[in-house]
């Protein structure tokens, strides 16, 4: 080891620095956990056994079921609509961008729980919903009362609200792709095969967010009396008035339901990740994998 | 005598209010390896570009192996041309950047293959057998399966030139390919193109490397404020240059 003139100096020991306000905050904080813990143990009111009766009861199972079809399809509309919106915002047609920076302003810009108490309310306004030629003669028609039912006005606000936001994500992340991919893949004679890939790095976090966030958002379409898991809880809490477990117990669900839905975020975005200086770390199986390896392969080679 | 490969008839460009090219007149014969050489700003890129239709032109003439680029002429008015044809054309044409634009979430070889699968339809195992030998051509097929941003910067021009090639183009544009290397790996990059050179390729190549221009090109063309200053045979114009402008340029440089 030693080589060349000199001796190795020796390890340096130093007294570390004392932190004393750090002891004290983190005192604290232990003592308010403890606070907590024991609160939530003793303090019977918690009902901490009706959260447990009624977590898998068959309305609630519904009402989860629901949730989870009315993000999907709000998504799905969300994501569809958005893409147009985006394409057409970025358009050099005046028209066609003015018309999406429209949309986009007036359902960005007014509240989500607005829009939808107003689709509720769309048979005030438009009592008769038909299809036909513009300006001319309906082929069909019938009540709005029928047609947009509390579960369509919730659908109808929920999508063109998610739809604004989701054209500004998608905007970005094609004005992310560096300028010079767009020329290299027209000069190859090609464009979307290139440019969306590399546009969808950029897109798919804030997917992820957006889907966490329209799961949450949902419940609000519970004062619509759609049937989600909002709803049901209530409609349990409405008759056995144990408003606080059951709101317990729907906080927990919507828990288990995000921490899902960010797991699975976490793998679809290292797959867009290829390529990218910056290398995925291993998923927690793929560590697992390495650990349980008998012989330990060192790390001077990650895994790429 | 042959079609010309490339074509300029006092070609203008703008950017705004200002303009580019000033009425560039040029030929390019087939098999020709035409270097342009010129201070930065004297409209060469952008030429390059416009043979490619990257830009449109906004007057004059421009063709490609005897066809306008980018319009058509009927009943003596020019039409532009739909998106579709415009690709179909530039397959024709090969391009290399200075800043390699490979795509980055595509393999060394998928970034070969894609193009001519997707654009041209043609049959995977077909063109990843081209692509293959086009890689050990320009001497990596050990790198075939590594992603781009695991390559130097003379690697990853080199399988840009293979990803162009790939296409099977009948005339090449290589914009600045050495500018951005170190000085290190610009020989790998000249090397490759000096054997497709040699191979009988049609070449337009904007480069600041006089060595290669003196020793690869056919005709070497000085441009500067958008407009053709002097043209001649490589070692002529660098020997003895007629133009008191390029023999400024050229004593800089050289």
Redesign the interface.
């Known amino acids: 080891m030693e080589r060349g003139e000199g001796h190795h100096p020796e390890e340096i020991r130093a007294v570390p620095l004392r932190r004393p306000w750090r002891w004290v905050v983190t005192g604290c904080v232990l003592v308010l956990a403890a606070m907590l813990v024991r609160s939530l143990a003793t303090n019977s009111r918690f009902g901490w056994h009706y959260v447990g009766t009624y977590f898998f009861a068959p309305p609630v199972l519904h009402g989860v079921g629901l949730t989870l079809e009315l993000t999907a399809a709000s998504m799905a509309i969300g994501v569809v609509l958005g893409v147009t919106l985006a394409v057409m915002r970025l358009s050099p047609n005046p028209i066609l961008s003015g018309a999406s920076w429209l949309f986009i302003w007036f359902f960005r810009g007014t509240p989500v729980f607005v829009q939808i108490i107003f689709w509720y309310n769309i048979a005030a306004l438009y009592p008769q919903i038909g299809l036909g030629i513009p300006f001319g003669p309906q082929v069909v028609h019938g009540s709005a009362n029928t047609l947009v039912t509390s579960l369509v006005a919730a659908l109808l606000a929920l999508g063109l609200n998610e739809s604004a936001y989701y054209a500004e994500i998608v905007r970005a992340g094609i004005l992310a792709v560096?300028h010079?991919?767009i020329?290299?893949?027209?000069?190859?004679?090609?464009?979307r095969?290139?440019v969306l890939?590399?546009a969808m790095?950029v897109i798919v976090p804030p997917t992820g967010n957006e889907t966490i966030s329209m799961l949450k958002t949902t419940s609000l379409v519970a004062y619509i009396s759609v049937y989600e898991l909002l709803y049901a809880t209530q409609q349990i809490y409405a008759a056995n008035y144990e408003t606080i477990p059951l709101l317990i117990m729907a906080s927990l669900w919507y828990l288990v339901l995000t921490t899902v839905l960010t797991a699975g975020q976490y793998y679809v975005e290292r797959y867009?990740a290829?390529?990218?200086?910056y290398a995925p770390p291993p998923t927690p199986l793929q560590r697992l994998r390495r650990n349980l390896r008998p012989v330990r392969v060192p790390f001077s080679s990650p895994v790429? | 005598m042959a079609t010309p490969m490339v074509k300029a008839e006092s070609v203008h460009k703008r950017f705004g209010a200002l303009e580019v090219l000033r009425g560039i007149t040029l030929e390019v014969a087939p098999r020709e390896v035409m270097c342009l050489l010129g201070p930065s700003g004297s409209g060469k890129s952008t030429l390059l570009r416009c043979i490619?239709h990257?830009e449109q032109i906004n007057s004059g003439r421009l063709y490609v192996d005897g066809t306008l680029v980018g319009y058509e002429e009927r009943g003596g008015r020019l039409h532009e041309l739909p998106e579709r044809e415009v690709?179909?054309r530039?397959?024709e044409?090969?391009?290399v950047?200075q800043?390699f634009?490979?795509?980055?979430?595509?393999?060394v070889l998928e970034n070969v293959v894609?193009?001519p699968v997707?654009?041209k339809g043609e049959a995977r195992a077909v063109v990843a057998e081209r692509a293959r030998r086009l890689l050990d051509r320009v001497g990596l097929s050990a790198k075939i399966g590594a992603?781009?941003?695991?390559l130097s910067g003379g690697q990853q021009q080199r399988v840009?030139i293979a990803?162009?090639l790939a296409?099977e183009p009948k005339l090449m544009l290589f914009d600045e390919p050495t500018s951005a290397l170190d000085p290190e790996l610009v020989g790998e990059v000249l090397d490759v193109m000096r054997a497709l050179a040699e191979e009988g390729m049609t070449m337009v190549v904007v480069t600041h490397e006089i060595g290669f221009a003196r020793e690869v090109g056919d005709t070497l063309v000085f441009m500067d404020g958008g407009v053709v200053v002097e043209a001649g045979v490589p070692r002529e114009v660098i020997a003895s240059p007629r133009h008191e402008r390029t023999r400024a340029f050229l004593s800089k440089v050289l």
């Open positions: 560096d010079g991919q020329e290299a893949a027209q000069s190859l004679g090609m464009m095969k290139v890939p590399q790095r867009y290829r390529g990218t200086s790429r | 490619n990257l690709c179909r530039r397959t044409i090969g391009m950047f800043r634009n490979l795509f980055p979430h595509l393999t894609m193009a997707a654009v992603y781009p941003n695991q840009a990803r162009a296409m």
